[in-house]
């Protein structure tokens, strides 16, 4: 038995978190659910936006789904990933048919490090001109995070690991960056390693997206290339993540709580259920897993039972219950 903590939050996350747990529940899992609260409308009901109890649900459990927040992210799900050490944010971009997806083979990895760089609260103060944030880079964190990039390629058969960075400006910080993933790479010969200027990456994923294998960069630019990623293969709604860390595992969409579609049953539940495909595989439910990610593409190929950001007429449930009866 597995105990699963569920925070659907706000908005779309509240959506497409009932969908996916109405086609697990079909997997037969021997799952043990609870339910926590967290996000903007805990903050109004409970005067804040991350209970104690909710963290420490997450930190009783063996994984945590989670849906989004809204306004409260920072406060939410920045904080989730600090205050249980989940080091490591997985962010595939892949494209699927029938999706407005710019390419048809981009298959990637986003291995963003999740616990520094430029997302530190304490670190973003008000001073007398203005305002002033820190960017902390450590050897100890990053070592981490491009080992696992180096990891991840070698468990999932990937020949290339591009570090994404901008040390020609940051030099102390993403200097040391390049220094040390350089320094890692050597312990992986059989893989090969690149890395170029977050800019020029910004381009090269809209003029050459097939070249990528896996890349590994800091807090704020995993961030900004992932959702990138989400435009390249055509819908936020379609990228999954994983949070992994030594305390504990959490799996959510990269997307927000979309309050311009949010109640109005529009959002597309893959990337939500892609993230519960993430969590199977991290508990070792390979079978499952697979059955899953199978019955996700079968509806995303016939293309009947799609939302309105692929282009169809089907509602968050509906295309759900489509996936669902295709298990
Ligand atoms: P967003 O991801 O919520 O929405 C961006 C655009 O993509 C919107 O047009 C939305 O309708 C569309 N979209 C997103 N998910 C979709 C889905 N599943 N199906 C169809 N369309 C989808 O980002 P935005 O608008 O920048 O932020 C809205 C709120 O979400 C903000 O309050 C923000 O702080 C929060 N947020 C929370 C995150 C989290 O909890 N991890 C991540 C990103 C934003
Ligand atoms: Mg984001």
């Known amino acids: 038995m597995f105990k699963i903590a569920v925070i659907p939050g706000d908005g779309i996350g509240k959506e497409v978190m009932e969908a996916t747990i109405n086609v697990l529940d079909a997997l037969n899992l021997d799952f043990e659910y609870t339910y926590g609260d967290a996000g903007d409308e805990c903050l109004e009901k409970t005067g804040t936006a991350l209970p104690k109890e909710t963290l420490d649900l997450i930190k009783n459990s063996d994984a945590c ?92 058969n990937r020949k290339k690991v591009t570090a994404v960075h901008k040390a020609n400006v940051l030099k102390k910080t993403d200097g040391l960056f390049k220094e040390i993933f350089y320094e890692v790479a050597e312990e992986y010969p059989d893989i090969e390693s690149e890395d170029f200027y977050v800019d020029a990456t910004a381009m090269y994923l809209i003029t050459n997206p097939q070249s990528f294998e896996v890349i590994v960069t800091t807090n704020l630019f995993g961030d900004i290339l992932s959702d990138e990623g989400a435009g390249l293969v055509g819908s936020l709604g379609l990228i999954p993540s994983a949070n992994i860390g030594e305390e504990g595992a959490l799996f959510e969409p990269v997307h927000g709580s979309a309050p311009d579609i949010a109640g109005e049953k529009k959002a597309n539940p893959t990337a939500m259920l892609l993230s519960a495909v993430m969590m199977l595989r991290h508990l070792n439910l390979t079978d499952e897993a697979d059955k899953l990610d199978a019955a996700i593409l079968k509806v995303l190929d016939e293309g009947k039972y799609l939302t309105g950001d692929l282009g169809g007429s089907s509602n968050t449930f509906e295309m759900a219950e489509a996936i669902k009866n295709n298990l």
């Open 65 to 156: 789904l989670f849906g989004a927040a809204g306004e409260t992210a920072a406060d939410v799900i920045v904080k989730i990933r600090q205050e249980m050490k989940m080091f490591a944010n997985l962010r595939p971009v892949k494209s699927y048919p029938n999706t407005n997806s710019l390419f048809k083979d981009v298959d990637f990895m986003i291995v963003r490090e999740n616990t520094e760089g430029m997302y530190i609260a304490d670190e973003e103060k008000e001073t007398e001109e203005g305002a002033i944030a820190r960017r902390i880079i450590t050897r100890k964190a990053e070592e981490r995070i491009i080992r696992y990039a180096f990891e991840y390629a070698k468990a999932n």
